[in-house]
Structure formats: C-alpha cells, structure tokens
C-alpha cells in the first residue's frame, strides 16, 4: 500500500498520476466498496469516508478491511485534521475518523508522500 497525503489542492493528484501513470483511478466520492476493494488508485480517499459516514454505514474496521482485501492499493487523500476545530458534529467525527483511518493505513503503507506546493516529501519508505 502506498499513500499520498498533503492539504487541498497541494498537487497530490497530479504527482500521483506522474509518478503511477499505468495506475487505473477511481473518485473516492463516487466508489463504493466492491470498486474499492479492486481499485488500483484512489483519488479522494477522504470523500469515500465522508460518503460512507453520510450514508451511516460503519466504517470501524475500514482500515482492517482495506489491508486485508487490497494490500496494493494507492490511495490519495487530504489531510482534513488541520485548522480550526469544526463546529458541526458530524464534521468533528468525520474529521477524526479520517484521521484514525489514515493513520492505521499509513503505518501499514510501504511508502507515504506528504505534498505541499506540489513537492513531495517521502515521510515513509519501508
């Protein structure tokens, strides 16, 4: 597994597509679990957690899962942890749980790139 993270609109999704071009994409927004579970890349980790939650599905085990069934997967997602604190609850968790979720798939991940002004950092390189 591999991830690529960094703020919005930091380049994230055109150095992964520079450095994975043969990588087959899918919009994390528009994914649903079969798609995921196969995908090759996924642009916009992050909106797949914010849909699912949405939908009240429980994502407890999402990291687990995503391990187990797709160890190769590369996942491209916004650092949503930053700034100000939301007001809405529902933000507040969404934000947590993306932070938890990536957490876990970072330390699983063979290689994470941090963007900023579309330089990445390799911050993990097993």
């Not at 993270?5 to 994390?28: C, M, R, Y």
């Not at 599905?57 to 604190?85: C, H, M, T």
Request: charge should be negative; charged fraction near 25%.
């Amino acid at each position: 597994m591999e991830m690529i993270i960094g703020g919005a609109f930091q380049g994230k999704s055109t150095l992964a597509e520079k450095d994975h071009p043969d990588v087959t994409w899918i919009n994390g927004a528009q994914a649903d679990w079969e798609r995921l579970s196969h995908a090759e890349g996924v642009m916009g980790f992050h909106e797949y957690i914010r849909k699912e939650m949405k939908a009240g599905n429980d994502i407890s085990s999402l990291a687990e899962d995503l391990i187990r069934v797709n160890p190769d997967l590369i996942l491209v997602s916004d650092e949503v942890g930053y700034g100000v604190v939301p007001i809405d609850a529902f933000d507040r968790a969404y934000r947590e749980a993306v932070g938890r979720i990536c957490t876990k798939l970072a330390a699983y991940s063979h290689r994470v790139t941090r963007v900023a002004c579309g330089i990445g950092t390799v911050i993990k390189d097993a």
